[in-house]
């Protein structure tokens, strides 16, 4: 008994030094191979440079986070409203079994491969967007052309993508809001929706910001769907219309075939990426702490 | 705010005839049939699971949040029928207040708490709101313990405090009823001695109906005392004919600690 039971505190041990130190060697080898091109090119002038360019020798990526943001932005513009909506139906409006239906649906979108979003864009957003978007667009500016690989089209499929995070997220800490409160309101003549909107959401609100910003992480990482449908096109963009390149989609497109040179910038920008995330992390985690101080 | 100066004992806030609920096929309440008067108070007792609870809220309709849950006979509040077709709940909701057995002020401010109910009902005048506010601190005797911290968060006050902040919630809707369930099961004995005291005052101008565990309390506090015995009501009568010489043989055992 003893030793059966030493033995699988060590295999558990093992494993939780594993995962560790993964995470530590892939830090420290991307920092490795990026810290090079950035001390030599300088941080500011790589964070704001405004050409990517690497057959030249220009490393500026600040097209790259634009499109990034732009992107991530747009997906956030859409999905928070749905997403947050979706919550609030399936935790409060829709009946427990019905809910429990929905919710798992929601999820499941979770799993599916992002080339297979991707794909689905290429194939219904980007036309989609040429033939019904663009003409409203042209009304306003009749000068502009597009093809349907956009910002838009990248916003849209990544909306979809992060809504699995921010429903679940959100209607977890909706439906951990005591009952007691929901009574309380109800019982001074308050409706079903101000019960929601003026107590519910107040209650839960740090679950439900920490659901965003879990679901901007998973946007700003977000490569194969995003680099199908933006068009990859290392510009400051000036429109939702206009096609961009991506932190990651740049890394993932250019990798195969770079120098050395540009191969050290892919990993900084990789850099980059891995700080953008992990702060949204550590915020994502302060919320979630907030959560339980606020009910408790 | 007008003063009720009637403590006429024949003004009836509420009258149930025959009324049975149930949770699906299981009947918690059988054949009730009560009067309840205007500025007095109720006090409703019973062993634990024997529909007092259950009974309290039917009278704001907090039942109907429950699903499942069935209901017949009739509860008249102010000779209107609270179940009949057509009833406005929220209004209903708004004369008849409840406080909670456990404290449960919204994770808001003190201030943000009491104002609560008025906003919902379209109070927005912000000299209304913070006369509201000392009023009703005032009436549950809070004023003084908190008139200097009305904007920090309800949740850093103590468990009495807390209660009593959802009381001076409750009375910022101008009710005219308010059912307590079993508000001072969950506090120390100071704390429920003073919600005790606040509920005399109360009486003058408010109906009350109160769930308790504590017989006590029912003695000390109420005007009449209704015995709940597996979800039917064995005897109603004033206090304090129901604790020195009721008629049912049942409450008697009760009352002297017999069963329960």
Same mark, same amino acid.
């Given at each position: 008994m003893k030793t059966y039971e030493k033995v699988i505190e060590k295999i558990i041990m093992i494993s939780a030094v594993m995962s560790t130190i993964s995470v530590a060697l892939i830090t420290v080898f991307i920092f490795q191979s990026g810290l090079p091109v950035l001390a030599e090119y300088g941080v500011l002038d790589f964070i704001f440079g405004t050409t990517w360019s690497p057959t030249n020798g220009s490393y500026g990526i600040l097209p790259l986070i634009a499109g990034t943001l732009a992107v991530t932005l747009g997906a956030l513009v859409i999905g928070i409203p749905t997403g947050i909506a979706c919550a609030i139906f399936l935790s409060e409006i829709? =009946?427990?079994?019905?809910?429990?239906?929905?919710? *798992?649906?929601?999820?499941?979108?979770?799993?599916? =491969? *992002?080339?297979?979003?991707?794909f689905f864009g290429l194939v219904v957003i980007v036309p989609a967007i040429r033939n019904y978007v663009l003409p409203i667009y042209q009304i306003f500016d009749p000068d502009i052309s597009a093809t349907g690989f956009s910002i838009l089209a990248g916003a849209v499929i990544l909306a979809i993508m992060i809504l699995p995070t921010i429903v679940s997220i959100s209607e977890n800490?909706?439906?951990?809001?005591?009952?007691?409160?929901?009574?309380? *309101?109800?019982?001074?003549?308050?409706?079903?929706?101000?019960?929601?909107?003026?107590?519910?959401?107040?209650?839960?609100? *740090?679950?439900?910001?920490?659901s965003i910003i879990l679901g901007m992480g998973r946007a700003i990482g977000e490569t194969m769907a995003v680099l199908l449908i933006t068009g990859n096109m290392a510009k400051v963009p000036g429109s939702i219309m206009d096609p961009v390149a991506t932190l990651t989609g740049t890394i993932a497109m250019e990798m195969g075939y770079a120098s050395p040179t540009h191969q050290q910038a892919l990993f900084a920008v990789g850099i980059i990426l891995f700080v953008i995330i992990m702060l949204l992390n550590i915020i994502a985690q302060f919320s979630m702490r907030g959560l339980g101080g606020k009910t408790n | 705010m007008e003063t009720k100066l009637t403590t006429d004992i024949n003004e009836i806030k509420f009258e149930i005839e025959k009324l049975n609920l149930y949770y699906g096929s299981f009947q918690a309440l059988k054949e009730i049939d009560m009067t309840i008067y205007g500025n007095k108070i109720t006090a409703l007792i019973g062993p634990s699971g024997c529909g007092k609870s259950t009974f309290l809220r039917t009278l704001?309709?907090?039942?109907?949040?429950?699903?499942?849950?069935?209901?017949?006979?009739?509860?008249?509040?102010?000779e209107q029928d609270i179940y009949g077709t057509g009833y406005d709940i929220i209004e209903? #909701?708004?004369?008849?207040?409840?406080?909670?057995?456990?404290?449960?002020?919204?994770?808001?401010?003190?201030?943000?708490?009491?104002?609560?109910?008025?906003?919902?009902?379209?109070?927005?005048? #912000?000299?209304?709101l913070d006369h509201i506010v000392e009023r009703t601190l005032k009436e549950v005797a809070l004023w003084e313990e908190v008139k200097d911290r009305l904007h920090k968060p309800a949740l850093g006050l103590s468990g009495g405090q807390q209660q #009593?902040?959802?009381?001076? #919630?409750?009375l910022a809707v101008e009710p005219e009823v308010i059912l307590m369930d079993e508000p001072t099961s969950a506090l120390d004995p100071v704390a429920t001695s003073k919600i005790e005291g606040l509920l005399e005052e109360l009486a003058e101008k408010y109906t009350i109906v109160i769930v308790t565990h504590n017989m006590q309390q029912a003695g000390r506090v109420s005007d009449f005392t209704s015995f709940f015995l597996n979800g039917k009501v064995i005897e109603t009568d004033k206090t304090e004919v129901i604790f020195s010489n009721p008629a049912n043989k049942k409450t008697e055992d009760y009352i002297t600690g017999r069963f329960g």
């Open positions: 829709l =009946p427990k079994k019905w809910a429990k239906a929905f919710k *798992s649906a929601i999820e499941l979108l979770a799993g599916i =491969p *992002s080339v297979v979003y991707g800490s909706i439906t951990a809001v005591p009952r007691e409160f929901k009574e309380a *309101s109800l019982a001074l003549g308050a409706n079903k929706m101000e019960t929601i909107v003026k107590v519910l959401i107040p209650a839960a609100s *740090s679950g439900i910001l920490s | 704001n309709r907090m039942n109907d949040l429950i699903q499942g849950v069935t209901i017949d006979g009739t509860i008249q509040f102010d209903l #909701r708004k004369k008849v207040g409840m406080v909670f057995q456990k404290p449960n002020p919204f994770p808001k401010t003190i201030y943000e708490n009491v104002v609560y109910g008025p906003k919902i009902h379209g109070e927005k005048d #912000r000299s209304k #009593r902040l959802c009381i001076a #919630r409750c």
